[in-house]
């Protein structure tokens, strides 16, 4: 199998502080990860693509101080929210590419649920 | 260049139905056509996928036809069940382009 856990699965915070997010492969190395956000009834937009070993690409409109995004490993991808406001609520999903398949054949992790008071 | 256009918005099918979706894209430069599922609060899952290099695929009660000339291609439910209710995106892709997901079909079938 092909299996992507997200961690933790909803998560309220105070407008202000940080909230860290992570990614994990577990059953497959993943030299690529990406990060995705989804407001209700929405589509998936793609926030970044994580490398491992090097630093992510952020899509037009992201703001990497604020999304920082971390692949430490081949198994593990994270994603901390600095200084998350109200408008950052949202529905964070992260996907995983075996090996080198790039964005081939992803496999989503079940999604965060942040909500920013 | 990379508009991904998906329709219907919205689906409603009786129970042993057909439900089809349908995916038009701009970019000649994709080569993976991939069909995902989402159910509510949960994240996606590849329901199914084809090449340019052929025409159609089978997976159990799922079928993708794709139209190289016409840049298109679409999703087949056959004999579709209340579990098959979820929405459905498009999201084509060449390692050459940025992911862009269609913007989705909410599907319901009625029992």
């Known amino acids: 199998g092909a299996v992507v856990s997200q961690h933790p699965s909803w998560v309220i915070c105070k407008s202000g502080t940080s909230v860290k997010i992570e990614c994990r492969s577990l059953?497959?190395?993943?030299?690529?990860m990406f990060w995705y956000r989804q407001f209700p009834k929405q589509s998936l937009m793609l926030m970044a693509t994580?490398?491992?070993?090097?630093?992510?690409?952020?899509e037009q409109g992201v703001e990497k101080d604020k999304f920082l995004i971390n692949h430490a490993s081949l198994t593990l991808s994270t994603l901390t929210v600095t200084s998350a406001h109200p408008e950052d609520s949202s529905f964070y999903i992260c996907?995983?590419?075996?090996?080198?398949?790039?964005?081939?054949?992803?496999?989503f992790g079940p999604g965060t649920r942040l909500t920013v008071t | 260049q990379q508009q991904v256009k998906q329709s219907p918005q919205s689906l409603i099918v009786q129970k042993g139905g057909i439900s089809i979706i349908n995916c038009a894209y701009e970019?000649?430069?994709?080569?993976?056509f991939p069909w995902y599922q989402q159910f509510p609060g949960k994240g996606p899952a590849l329901l199914i996928a084809i090449r340019p290099d052929v025409s159609e695929k089978k997976e159990g009660r799922f079928t993708i036809s794709f139209n190289k000339s016409a840049k298109q291609f679409s999703l087949h439910i056959m004999d579709s069940q209340p579990g098959d209710s979820a929405t459905y995106f498009c999201?084509?892709?060449?390692?050459?382009?940025?992911?862009?997901f269609g913007s989705g079909t909410r599907l319901s079938i009625r029992p």
């Open positions: 970019n000649t430069a994709f080569d993976y």
């Open positions: 996907s995983a590419a075996k090996g080198g398949a790039r964005g081939y054949e992803q496999y």
């Open positions: 994580s490398n491992e070993g090097s630093k992510a690409t952020y």
């Open positions: 999201a084509p892709y060449s390692s050459a382009s940025k992911i862009i």
């Open positions: 059953d497959f190395q993943a030299t690529t």
